[in-house]
Structure formats: structure tokens, C-alpha cells
């Protein structure tokens, strides 16, 4: 069981790692940008949330 729990983790740790990739496919990665763009940035934060509560 506790296996199966560290691999779901492990599992919405990746996929909201490469979510957040997906929101600068097509834009650089300029932190101006990013401090601007508010819902870009509440959907990393959203991601972020999400990792911190699997680690």
C-alpha cells in the first residue's frame, strides 16, 4: 500500500512538473512576463500547491 501511495506521489509530482513546462511552450521563460501574466502565474502556483502536498 505504502508503495502504491509514494508512486501516485511521485506520479502528480511529474505531471505538474511538465504542466507548468506546457504554460511557457511557445513563450521564453522571462520572469517579467511571468510577473504579469496573472493567470499563468496562479496556475503555477496551483501546480506548485499540488507538488508540495505530494512531497
Known amino acids: 500500500m ?8 511521485l506520479f502528480d509530482i511529474l505531471k505538474s512538473i511538465e504542466e507548468i513546462d506546457l504554460y511557457f511552450e511557445n513563450n521564453p521563460k ?3 512576463s511571468f510577473k504579469s501574466d496573472i493567470k499563468t502565474k496562479r496556475a503555477v502556483e496551483r ?7 505530494a512531497v
Open 2 to 9: 505504502l508503495h502504491e501511495n509514494i508512486k501516485t506521489c
Open 30 to 32: 522571462i520572469f517579467s
Open 47 to 53: 501546480n506548485l500547491e499540488i507538488i508540495g502536498e
